[in-house]
């Protein structure tokens, strides 16, 4: 499953008791809450107005910011998160040596 979403992800079906099923949790290396919050203040928006453009509750950003270390969400949480900031012109940086980061996106000419 790792190679067909190309993500350094360490996935682990849990028994989630709300819903009574297995379900897919991600603990994710991929982007960090650091960078998630860094990309929002870079481009001035509210943990509100994240939530809204990438249709998750805000409680959802609350808790996804608050985490430490790898983030325990689910795939889709994070894609849309991670999708509604780089269409806002984001860019993430990954640790490559210096560290994790996010960036504006140069603009085309």
Do not use: Y
Not at 37 to 51: D, M, P, T
Not at 76 to 88: F, G, Q, R, S, Y
Request: charged share 30%; net charge positive.
């Amino acid at each position: 499953m790792k190679n067909l979403l190309h993500l350094k992800c360490n996935m682990k079906p849990l028994k989630c008791q709300h819903f009574r099923s297995n379900i897919l949790h991600l603990w994710c290396k991929m982007l960090s809450s650091d960078q998630i919050r860094g990309a929002r203040a870079i481009l001035r928006l509210g943990q509100a107005e994240l939530a809204e453009s990438a249709d998750v509750s805000l409680e959802t950003v609350k808790r996804i910011e608050s985490m430490e270390g790898e983030l325990r969400i689910r795939l889709d949480t994070l894609t849309k998160i991670k999708t509604a900031l780089e269409k806002a012109g984001i860019e993430f940086i990954a640790e490559n040596g210096g560290g994790p980061g996010v960036r504006l996106r140069k603009a085309k000419r």
